[in-house]
């Protein structure tokens, strides 16, 4: 009997052990920046350069090949943001500028032509436009995949470091040291929406929700891409926000010193998931493979969402929905993971290729003619297709 009660012990405490953050293998090193792309992750590090997991997070390997090296320092330069665009692999370096990667991080080559400023902070892609926010210089644009680049300043004012990159659509937000800025022409001109005066470290967007993790200020929250910031961060105690993830309606918060928090639902109190986490200064989120990744000032760490009551996506679950259809002006897609959306016309033509994000997504179709279309979803060599209606 008593043999049976321990036994019944050791599994409970083993199950309740589980149910918290866990160090990964890559147990040491800060990392600014980490990045998902199907079952691989992308780390990066501030001395030791990037490394790669081909088993969501198992195992790690040094993935340094190409990368610039700080001859001053006597070590690689730092990696400070990931992008990633098909089979591009782009990488921010703070100090050799934008590296790219064409086969998985086998090696990596610089594509600075015209990057005058290359300690580059935050990167984002939309289609074969690929956007470079640096620490000074505000925002370089290339449209041919980074084989050159152009500023694209008008708007800002002095000196601009861009901490965070976003795009939904048309609309590209800059995270900035004064505030947040919009772009509706593809970084040609720049708007100020708000937040003037404090550093914006990091930016969220759920449909038409856009989140602002700022220093020493908190959360902010606009919904019409307006000016009108709401503070949202009960719980947050005017905490720095570093980085977000976005799980269909559940946002994570990284914050400087308090590790990770959740705003579920769209709720209005964030709850702290910190059980296990022993390093509280998380610079970057992911989420691969049903877990939570934190790039800490100590290493990679993962949580299994299941653990905060998040559903987990299986392969035969549809992670898309489409509505209204029959549809007139406008299309509206949930989705629970970044992914690749393309109209097709029953010429074959594609009408629309757009990257939309986790949550909701507004699509305008107004300009489409009346008729039947192709709505196709790329993710992770995973093709999903449905018929829409032009009325």
């Not at 589980?18 to 501030?46: E, M, P, R, V």
């Not at 086998?106 to 032509?113: D, E, K, Q, S, Y």
Request: aromatic residues 12%; charged residues 10%; hydrophobic residues 40%.
């Amino acid at each position: 009997m008593n043999k049976l009660l321990f036994f019944f012990a050791f599994i409970f405490l083993t199950s309740f052990a589980k149910a918290q953050w866990q160090k990964t293998s890559l147990d040491s090193g800060w990392f600014y920046c980490i990045a998902s792309d199907g079952t691989n992750i992308f780390a990066g590090n501030w001395y030791d350069g990037i490394y790669l997991s081909t088993n969501s997070g198992i195992s790690w390997a040094s993935s340094n090949n190409g990368l610039p090296y700080d001859s001053i320092d006597s070590q690689n330069v730092g990696v400070y943001s990931f992008a990633i665009s098909g089979t591009n692999i782009f990488a921010g370096t703070y100090g050799g500028g934008v590296i790219l990667s064409t086969n998985n991080g086998a090696n990596w080559i610089p594509i600075n032509n015209g990057l005058s400023n290359q300690k580059v902070l935050s990167l984002a892609t939309n289609g074969n436009k690929i956007f470079a926010g640096t620490n000074g210089s505000g925002v370089f644009l290339s449209t041919n995949n980074g084989a050159s680049w152009a500023v694209v300043n008008n708007g800002f004012s002095g000196y601009t470091v861009v901490h965070s990159l976003a795009i939904n659509g048309i609309n590209i937000f800059a995270g900035t040291n004064n505030g947040v800025y919009l772009s509706t022409n593809n970084g040609a001109n720049w708007s100020s929406i708000g937040l003037i005066n404090k550093s914006v470290y990091a930016l969220a967007l759920s449909g038409s929700d856009i989140f602002a993790g700022t220093l020493g200020y908190g959360v902010y929250l606009i919904t019409d891409n307006g000016i009108n910031w709401n503070s949202a961060q009960v719980g947050l105690s005017n905490d720095t926000i570093v980085s977000f993830s976005v799980s269909g309606t559940n946002l994570f918060a990284g914050t400087y010193n308090k590790g990770v928090f959740l705003l579920q639902h769209d709720g209005v109190n964030w709850i702290p998931v910190n059980t296990g986490l022993t390093n509280y200064n998380v610079w970057a989120l992911t989420i691969n493979v049903n877990n939570l990744f934190a790039g800490t000032g100590a290493g990679i760490w993962k949580r299994s969402l299941s653990e905060l009551g998040i559903n987990e996506i299986s392969d035969n679950e549809n992670i898309f929905t489409v509505y209204p259809n029959p549809a007139t002006d406008n299309l509206i897609i949930t989705s629970m993971q970044k992914t690749t959306i393309e109209i097709i016309n029953i010429q074959g033509q594609i009408i629309l290729h757009q990257i939309i994000f986790q949550g909701k997504t507004d699509i305008d179709i107004s300009g489409l003619a009346k008729g039947i279309y192709v709505l196709m979803f790329n993710n992770n060599d995973k093709t999903e297709v449905i018929k829409i209606i032009k009325e």
